[in-house]
C-alpha cells in the first residue's frame, strides 16, 4: 500500500494487477482505510480479467466449451468413428485441461501434437501394430491436432474463446496494449505465472509502465531449498527488467513468535469438529475476523459450519461449492434413479420413499403427501417392493407434481423439461415460505436450470443423449466443473476458503484442514493426455510444478500468522493413504527460533455425545446375554471394541446394533482388505506344510491376477473391476500383492527359508478364569503361522498403513491402555490361544504384514528395554503370564455384573 501511494503516481491513472477477486475487496478497503481524503480509485483488476481484457475475447465455461467442441468433433470425425457423448466427455475434458496450457504457455500446438504422436508410433513399433486397438488410438492422435485448429477458429470467429485461447491472444495484443494504454501498473503477490502472463509482464516491465510487488518471505528467497520460493527466484535469475537491487524488500515475517498445532485425527468428521471447536475457542478470546479456516476437501464445509457455536454464527464462505453436493443435486439425480430404476410399468418403492423425504419435495405434494405415504405404507406391508406408476399418478392427478414426476416418458429431452418444470415449481415454493432463508437451494435450481437449458439448447435434433444412464453421466461430468460462489459480507467475520483463495491475504489466526498427501499438496492426480517427458521437453506443468505452487501459498498463509492449527486424517481408505503432509514435514525443517510446535491427536465420539447416560447397568437380562456371548465366544476385534468404548462394546455385541451396511459401487477399506486375505489364502494353500521354493511363488504370480479378479467380483458382486476408482483400487491391489510375493520370493533366493504352517485358521479357544463359573470361549481366525528360519511366526495381516510404534511397548499395562495397540494386542492374543502348540520351538514371533506399507515388511512385536532399546519379543511361558494378566482383567471387568458398561 504504501509503495504505491509513494510512487507519486496519480490513482486514477494506475492499474492494479491482484491473483484473486478476494483481494480486490481487501485492497480497496485498505485503501478507504489508509486515505483520509476523497480520491479516484484505482482500477484494480485479477490477472485472468486483465488478460481477458487485453486478448478482445469473452471467456466461455468449461460446459460451453464441451459443448461447441462436441460439435467441432462431429464434423470432423467419421461416423463410425464417433464416440458417444459419454465417452467424449471422458477425453475431452483432459483435452480442454491441455489444450489451455498449451496455448497459455505459448507452445506451438502443431509441434507438440506431432512430438507426442511420434512418441506413440515409437512405442508401438515392435509390437503388433495390426490390432485395431492401437490403430484406432494412433489414428485419433493424428486427429487432434485438426480438432485443435478447428475449435479455435469457431470460437474466434464467435470473438470468445478458452482460458488458453485468451491467453495467447493477449501476449499478441501485448504491443498494441502498450501504444494505447498510459497506465501505470502495480503487479501484487503474483507466483507461478505461465508463460504468456511472464511476456505479458516483461514487456510491460520493459517500457517503465509497471512495478512489481511480491508477497513472499525473505526467507524463502534466500534459502535455495524452499519450495515456496522456487519461482520467484527463478524471475528474479531470469527476468532482464527486475529491478534485483530491491529485492531485500522481501518481508521476514516467518521468523516471528508462532504457536503452531499439529493435530491429527482419525477421520474427516473429527477433523471438522476440531476446526469449529478451534473457532469456537479463538471467538471466546478475540476477533474472529483476524480468523481463516482453509478447508482442504469442499465436503467438511457442511459439518464444520454446523459445529460453529451459534454465538459465533458470523461466518464468510468465499469457497466455490460443488454444485453437484447441493440439495437440489441430490433430489434431480434422486429422480433420474427413480426412473432408470423404473422396470414393467413399476417404481422401486425404496426409490419413492427416498425421492419424497427430499426437501422440497415432500412439502409440494400439499395434502396428497399424507394419501402417498398411506399408498407406500400399504405396499410396504405387502411386502411388494414395487409399486405401479399408474396407481401413484391417479392417486396424485389432482396435483401436477404427480404427472412430473411419475408418469413414464417418452425421450430423454422430455425428461429434460419436467426436470425443468421441477426447478422451476421448486423455486416458486421456495421463494413463496421464505426467499432469504433458501437463497443457496434456489440458486442451485438457477443453475440446473441454465445447464439444462444448454443441453437442449445444444443440437436441434436432440439425438446425442440416448438415454437417462447416458444423461446421468453428463450431467455427473458437467457438474463437476460447476460451483456456487456464496456471496457474503467479507469483513468481521470468519473466513472459510480454499487455500487457492488465501492469496495476499493475510490472517493471526490460521486452521488448515486434510493436511495429507494427496490433498494438499495434491500430487500426481490429474489425468494428463501428454505423458511426463513431453510435459518436460515442452515445459507444461508437471504434478511437481503443482506441488511447489500449493508450497507456495501454504507458507506464505503462515508468514504474518501467529497462531496455527494443522489438521490431518491417519486414517487410510480406499486408494487415501493416511500419509501426513510433506508441508508438514518441511515445516520442521524450516522451523525457526521463535516457532513453537506441539503434536496432539483429536478423538471424538459423536454417537455418545447425544446420549443421555454414560453408563449401562448389568441387569440381570444383560449378564445372561453376557453368558451367552462368552458361550458363543469372544473375538478379538470385540475385545478391543471394549477396551476402547464399553458403552460401543454393549450396544454391538448385547443388543446387537450393527452399523448400516453401505450401499455403495465402491470397495471401501474392509473390502479391500477382505480382498486381500482371501487371494493370498487361495495362493498360499496349496503350499501348506511345504518349505516354499522359487518356482512356488512364480505360480502364485502367474496365477494373482485370476484370483484377484474372482475375490474381486464377489465383494463387488459380479460388477466390472476395470471401471472408476474400483479400476485403480484393483490395480493397487495387485500391485501390493504382487510386491509381497515377490519380496518373500528374494529372500528364498538368497537362501531363507520359509514354511507356511496354516492360512487363515480358525480357532475356539475355551478358557477357565478364577472367580467365574462358566467356560470363556475366544475364537477368530490368524491370517498366518509360518516358520521363517526357524522362528516361528504368528502373522495378521493388515491392509492399512501399520508403523512400527504400534507394534512397540514400554509396559504391559500400555497394551490396555494405548489406543495405538490394537494390532498389538490382537496378534498377542493369538499367540496365547496357540501357546500349546508352540512347544518344539525356542524362536517365537508375533506381528504383523501391512500391506500399505512400502516395504510390505513382518513387523515382530517389540518391547523397549529401559525405555530406550528395543529388542524383538521372544514368545516364551514369562510373556504369557504376563500377557494373561492384562488380558484376565479385562475379562474379568467385563463380566463383573457389578461393573456397569462405561463410555470412555
Avoid: C
Avoid at 535469475?237 to 524488500?249: N, Q
Avoid at 405434494?365 to 405387502?382: A, Y
Wanted: charged fraction near 25%; charge should be positive; hydrophobic fraction near 40%.
Amino acid at each position: 500500500m504504501e509503495k504505491i501511494l509513494n510512487s507519486n503516481i496519480e490513482l486514477d491513472k494506475v492499474k492494479i494487477i491482484v491473483p484473486n477477486n478476494r483481494s480486490i475487496l481487501y485492497l480497496k478497503k485498505a485503501f478507504m482505510d489508509f486515505v483520509k481524503r476523497p480520491f479516484f480509485s484505482p482500477d484494480i483488476q485479477t490477472i485472468e480479467l486483465f488478460v481477458e481484457n487485453l486478448s478482445g475475447l469473452r471467456s466461455i465455461s468449461n460446459t460451453e466449451f464441451l459443448f461447441s467442441f462436441y460439435y467441432i468433433y462431429k464434423e470432423n470425425i467419421k461416423d463410425k468413428e464417433i464416440d458417444s457423448f459419454e465417452k467424449f466427455f471422458d477425453w475431452a475434458n483432459i483435452l480442454l485441461k491441455e489444450f489451455n496450457e498449451i496455448d497459455s504457455n505459448l507452445i506451438s500446438a502443431k509441434e507438440i501434437f506431432e512430438y507426442n504422436l511420434s512418441l506413440k508410433k515409437i512405442d508401438e513399433w515392435g509390437k503388433n501394430s495390426d490390432t485395431e486397438l492401437i490403430n484406432q488410438n494412433l489414428n485419433f492422435n493424428k486427429k487432434i491436432y485438426r480438432l485443435y485448429k478447428a475449435i479455435n477458429s469457431k470460437l474466434l470467429s464467435e470473438q470468445s474463446g478458452y482460458k488458453g485461447m485468451i491467453y495467447r491472444e493477449a501476449n499478441n495484443n501485448i504491443v498494441h496494449y502498450l501504444e494505447t494504454n498510459k497506465s501505470y501498473h502495480f503487479f501484487i503477490g503474483l507466483n507461478a505465472l505461465n508463460q504468456a502472463e511472464e511476456n505479458i509482464i516483461q514487456e510491460i516491465l520493459s517500457t517503465k509502465k509497471a512495478s512489481l510487488i511480491w508477497d513472499i518471505d525473505q526467507g524463502f528467497i534466500e534459502d535455495q531449498f524452499h519450495p515456496s520460493g522456487h519461482f520467484i527466484r527463478n524471475y528474479l535469475k531470469e527476468w532482464k527488467h527486475v529491478d534485483k537491487s530491491k529485492t531485500k524488500l522481501f518481508s521476514s515475517y516467518f521468523k516471528s513468535k508462532k504457536n503452531i498445532e499439529v493435530i491429527e485425527t482419525s477421520n474427516n468428521l473429527i477433523q471438522a469438529k476440531s476446526a469449529s471447536q478451534i473457532i469456537n475457542k479463538i471467538g471466546k478470546k478475540s476477533k474472529v475476523s483476524k480468523t481463516v479456516l482453509v478447508l482442504g476437501e469442499e465436503s467438511l464445509l457442511t459439518p464444520v459450519l454446523s459445529g460453529i457455536s451459534k454465538k459465533l454464527n458470523n461466518y464468510n464462505v468465499t469457497m466455490g461449492f460443488p454444485l453437484l453436493k447441493t440439495q437440489a443435486s441430490k433430489i434431480i439425480f434422486q429422480f433420474i434413479k427413480l426412473h432408470l430404476n423404473f422396470k414393467n410399468e413399476r417404481f422401486f418403492l425404496f426409490d419413492i420413499i427416498h425421492f419424497i423425504e427430499l426437501f422440497p419435495t415432500s412439502e409440494l405434494f400439499g395434502l396428497l403427501i399424507v394419501d402417498l405415504k398411506r399408498l407406500l405404507s400399504k405396499n410396504e406391508k405387502l411386502n411388494n417392493g414395487y409399486i405401479l406408476s399408474k396407481e401413484i399418478v391417479e392417486l396424485l392427478k389432482e396435483n401436477r407434481l404427480g404427472t412430473i414426476l411419475f408418469k413414464p416418458f417418452i425421450s430423454v429431452y422430455e425428461f429434460i423439461e419436467r426436470i425443468l418444470e421441477l426447478s422451476s415449481l421448486s423455486i416458486d415454493y421456495l421463494n413463496k415460505i421464505d426467499s432469504k432463508k433458501n437463497k443457496s437451494i434456489i440458486y442451485s435450481y438457477e443453475r440446473f436450470t441454465l445447464i439444462f437449458n444448454k443441453i437442449i439448447a445444444f443440437e436441434e435434433d436432440k439425438s446425442f443423449i440416448k438415454n437417462l444412464d447416458e444423461l446421468k453421466l453428463i450431467l455427473n461430468s458437467l457438474l463437476k466443473l460447476e460451483k456456487i460462489n456464496f456471496n457474503t459480507d467479507p469483513f468481521n467475520k470468519i473466513q472459510i476458503m480454499g487455500l487457492l483463495e488465501t492469496r495476499l491475504l493475510d490472517f493471526e489466526n490460521v486452521i488448515i484442514t486434510n493436511l495429507n498427501e494427496g490433498i494438499l499438496p495434491p500430487g500426481k492426480i490429474h489425468n494428463n493426455f501428454f505423458p511426463y517427458e513431453v510435459r518436460k521437453k515442452f515445459k507444461l506443468p508437471t504434478f511437481l510444478d503443482y506441488d511447489l505452487i500449493y508450497s507456495h501459498h501454504f507458507f506464505r498463509l503462515l508468514q504474518r500468522a501467529k497462531n496455527i492449527y494443522l489438521i490431518y486424517n491417519s486414517a487410510s481408505h480406499g486408494l487415501f493413504s493416511g500419509e501426513k503432509s510433506r508441508f508438514l514435514y518441511q515445516l520442521d525443517f524450516f522451523k525457526e527460533k521463535e516457532h513453537k510446535i506441539t503434536y496432539k491427536e483429536v478423538n471424538f465420539d459423536f454417537y455418545n455425545e447425544f446420549k443421555e447416560v454414560d453408563q449401562v447397568i448389568k441387569s440381570d437380562k444383560i449378564y445372561e446375554e453376557l453368558i451367552l456371548l462368552a458361550e458363543k465366544g469372544l473375538s478379538p476385534s470385540s475385545l478391543i471394541k471394549y477396551i476402547r468404548n464399553p458403552i460401543d462394546f454393549y450396544e454391538e455385541y448385547l443388543l446387537r446394533i450393527k452399523t448400516p451396511q453401505n450401499f455403495q459401487n465402491s470397495i471401501d477399506n474392509k473390502d479391500k482388505g477382505t480382498i486381500i486375505h482371501k487371494v493370498l489364502e487361495n495362493l498360499y494353500r496349496p503350499f501348506l506344510n511345504k518349505i516354499m521354493q522359487v518356482d512356488n511363488y512364480n505360480y502364485m504370480l502367474d496365477n494373482l491376477e485370476s484370483n484377484l479378479i474372482q475375490e474381486y467380483k464377489k465383494v463387488y458382486h459380479g460388477g466390472d473391476t476395470k471401471l472408476g476408482s474400483n479400476y485403480l483400487i484393483f490395480e493397487i491391489i495387485k500391485k501390493l500383492i504382487k510386491n509381497f510375493l515377490k519380496k518373500e520370493k528374494e529372500a528364498i533366493s538368497k537362501g531363507n527359508k520359509i514354511k507356511i504352517i496354516s492360512i487363515e485358521e480358525k480357532f475356539n479357544k475355551s478358557l477357565k478364569i478364577n472367580g467365574l463359573n462358566f467356560p470363556i470361549n475366544i475364537r477368530g481366525t490368524v491370517d498366518r503361522i509360518d516358520v521363517y528360519n526357524n522362528t516361528l511366526r504368528i502373522i495378521d495381516y493388515k491392509s492399512g498403513l501399520i508403523n512400527k510404534s504400534n507394534l512397540f511397548f514400554k509396559d504391559w499395562n500400555s497394551i490396555i491402555k494405548d489406543n495405538k495397540k490394537n494390532a498389538l494386542f490382537q496378534v498377542l492374543l493369538y499367540s496365547y490361544v496357540y501357546r500349546d502348540k508352540m512347544i518344539n520351538y525356542n524362536e517365537i514371533q508375533a506381528g504383523t504384514i501391512p500391506f500399505q506399507n512400502y516395504d510390505n515388511e513382518f513387523i515382530p512385536v517389540s518391547l523397549y528395554e529401559n525405555n530406550i532399546k528395543r529388542i524383538v519379543l521372544n514368545l516364551n511361558d514369562g510373556i504369557f503370564n504376563n500377557f494373561e494378566k492384562e488380558f484376565f482383567s479385562i475379562i474379568n471387568e467385563i463380566f463383573d455384573q457389578k461393573k456397569p458398561f462405561f463410555k470412555n
